[in-house]
């Protein structure tokens, strides 16, 4: 005799339980290899620079939690997406009140690809839209070209697109009225498999495949874009926008988790100032003599002279 099965109504508030923190993404890393725990908490904790504090929690199969007590946080990490770890890629969604962890789809991502050979004339907010209908992407509500925000001019379209992780990667199409080839390239690419196109793992770890010729190859690294250099806007020193925007500044220069920091140009204060001196002092303490170098011993030059001999010109070394 099989037990009852029971259908149970619970009180579900539309703010959420109290018990339970209500501003929560859940990431999942696409992988063939479990990451390093203690590396995937360095690497946030590290790149997100949030205004309020967040927590890491780690599940299984490769997913992770991550609380937050700010909605401006949540909405900032989601709209700097991609994120990447170690070469792979992160995709994040919310936990929504009225969904189980069961029912969240990992299986798209938001990207910002470049269209790469369109005419001036193709170039325009509509036709951003139609390419990535027909190409099989969604755009993301938010926005999806960049020149209305940073009035840069590209000789490409700039789109900002959501993409079905579970389909190989889309390299271009033809434009009808000339046949011109048109290329897709996509920025902060994480590692993807060059044999079936598809994002999750390398061309050693394809299972659709099972020899392959290297010179056959149908997706490449010419798929990766370069991410383009914007003049930043930087606020009144010392204003509340200025640090929230400093902050977006640090996060988009090093958003692809584990890059570099940017370059940036040194600081010099003004000579004979105070702060020159107390600058001064504090590279003597902390260097010393051992930038000291040596002078070589090298035989001394003397350059050559005329000398006025008897009213003759002669050289002499």
Same mark, same amino acid.
């Given at each position: 005799?099989?037990?009852?099965?029971? =259908?149970?109504?619970?009180?579900?508030?539309?703010?959420?339980?109290?018990?339970?923190?209500?501003? %929560?993404?859940?990431?999942?890393?696409?992988?063939?290899?479990?990451?390093?725990?203690?590396?995937?908490?360095? %690497?946030?904790?590290?790149?997100?620079?949030?205004?309020?504090?967040? =927590?890491?929690?780690?599940?299984?199969?490769?997913?992770?939690?991550?609380?937050?007590?700010?909605?401006?946080?949540?909405?900032?990490?989601?709209?700097?997406?991609?994120?990447?770890?170690?070469?792979?890629?992160?995709?994040?969604?919310?936990?929504?009140?009225?969904?189980?962890?069961?029912?969240?789809?990992?299986?798209?991502?938001?990207?910002?690809?470049?269209?790469?050979?369109?005419?001036?004339? !193709?170039?325009?907010?509509?036709?951003?839209?139609?390419?990535?209908?027909?190409?099989?992407?969604?755009?993301?509500?938010? =926005?999806?070209?960049?020149?209305?925000?940073?009035? =840069? %001019?590209?000789?490409?379209?700039?789109?900002?697109?959501?993409?079905?992780?579970?389909?190989?990667?889309?390299?271009?199409?033809?434009?009808?009225?000339?046949?011109?080839?048109?290329?897709?390239?996509?920025?902060?690419?994480?590692?993807? !498999?060059?044999? !079936?196109?598809?994002?999750?793992?390398?061309?050693?770890? !394809?299972?659709?495949?099972?020899?392959?010729?290297?010179?056959?190859?149908?997706?490449?690294?010419?798929?990766?874009?370069?991410?383009?250099?914007?003049?930043?806007?930087?606020?009144?020193?010392?204003?509340?926008?200025?640090?929230?925007?400093?902050?977006?500044?640090?996060?988009?220069?090093?958003?692809?988790?584990?890059?570099?920091?940017?370059?940036?140009?040194?600081?010099?204060?003004?000579?004979?100032?105070?702060?020159?001196?107390?600058?001064?002092?504090?590279?003597?303490?902390?260097?010393?003599?051992?930038?000291?170098?040596?002078?070589?011993?090298?035989?001394?030059?003397?350059?050559?002279?005329?000398?006025?001999?008897?009213?003759?010109?002669?050289?002499?070394?």
């Amino acid at each position: 005799m099989h037990p009852p099965v029971h =259908t149970i109504t619970l009180d579900a508030g539309s703010e959420g339980s109290s018990d339970y923190p209500s501003l %929560i993404l859940v990431g999942k890393i696409w992988s063939t290899k479990t990451p390093n725990w203690q590396g995937v908490q360095n %690497i946030i904790n590290k790149a997100w620079k949030t205004r309020a504090k967040f =927590t890491i929690s780690r599940w299984n199969n490769g997913y992770y939690a991550f609380s937050f007590e700010l909605e401006e946080d949540v909405t900032k990490i989601l709209a700097q997406a991609p994120w990447s770890i170690s070469g792979n890629l992160l995709v994040l969604t919310r936990w929504d009140q009225d969904k189980s962890v069961e029912e969240l789809d990992f299986t798209s991502s938001p990207f910002w690809i470049q269209v790469h050979g369109l005419p001036l004339s !193709c170039m325009s907010r509509k036709n951003g839209g139609a390419i990535a209908r027909i190409m099989g992407f969604s755009i993301e509500p938010e =926005t999806n070209t960049s020149f209305e925000a940073n009035k =840069t %001019i590209t000789s490409y379209l700039r789109l900002r697109v959501r993409i079905d992780i579970t389909k190989p990667l889309n390299k271009g199409f033809f434009l009808k009225r000339s046949d011109l080839w048109v290329r897709i390239q996509y920025e902060r690419l994480s590692d993807f !498999c060059y044999a !079936c196109g598809r994002i999750g793992h390398t061309l050693n770890k !394809c299972k659709e495949v099972e020899a392959v010729d290297v010179a056959k190859l149908e997706f490449g690294s010419y798929l990766r874009a370069e991410t383009p250099l914007l003049e930043p806007h930087f606020p009144p020193r010392d204003s509340v926008e200025s640090s929230s925007s400093s902050e977006k500044v640090a996060m988009e220069s090093g958003s692809y988790l584990g890059a570099e920091s940017p370059l940036l140009k040194p600081h010099f204060p003004p000579r004979d100032s105070e702060e020159s001196s107390s600058l001064l002092e504090k590279m003597a303490t902390e260097f010393g003599s051992s930038l000291r170098v040596e002078t070589p011993l090298l035989e001394p030059h003397f350059p050559l002279a005329r000398v006025h001999r008897r009213k003759k010109w002669i050289w002499s070394s």
